[in-house]
């Protein structure tokens, strides 16, 4: 139970990580195997608020039936990426280290930059999708990572 309570305090750090193309509908769903089951991550955009240029973006994690997360999050503009942030990334990817790439999600070819942090071995990947995450890594401790992998996106656009 406590490397699930664990697995649910990492989904918080990465609730207020990399983020994009905000707009109300915006979904996306990633697995991650763990001890031979499967986490869940969602995250979704619920809500816009314009005086304070806001968005409520809800996330939820789950391992089998076991529900580990549901929050409701009001993030500003600056914390999610937009297609010009992804654009940014995307062509400045070389430059910083990164390796340009394309992968093939739900029949599209999306095109992607990846990150490789070699003094914790953990990847990212980052493209053009709602949340701009398409794979990334958590460190749980004893040798234990969780290898998230985007299966599923809707665009609220």
């Known amino acids: 139970m406590i490397r699930l ?3 649910a305090w990492i989904w918080i750090a990465i609730t207020s990580s990399a983020q994009a193309f ?3 509908g915006d979904h996306v769903e990633f697995e991650a ?9 969602e995250k979704s955009v619920k809500s816009f608020d314009p005086s ?16 580990l997360r549901d929050d409701l999050y009001l993030l500003p503009r600056s914390f999610l990426y937009t297609p010009e942030k992804i ?9 910083r280290e990164g390796a340009l790439g394309r992968e093939r999600i739900q029949g599209r ?3 992607v930059c990846e990150f490789y942090h070699e003094d914790s071995q953990l990847t990212t990947v980052l493209g053009r999708v709602p949340f701009g995450q398409i794979r990334f890594q958590e460190y749980l401790g004893d040798g ?5 992998h985007l299966v599923r996106f809707d665009s609220g656009l």
């Open 52 to 67: 304070s240029d806001r968005f409520g973006v809800r996330t939820l994690m789950r391992m089998g039936d076991t529900l």
């Open 22 to 24: 905000p707009a109300i």
């Open 144 to 148: 234990e990572f969780l290898d998230f």
């Open 5 to 7: 309570q664990l697995i």
């Open 33 to 41: 195997r763990y001890r031979g089951g499967k986490v869940v991550l």
């Open 109 to 111: 070819m999306v095109e």
């Open 87 to 95: 654009a940014r990334v995307l062509s400045t990817c070389v430059s």
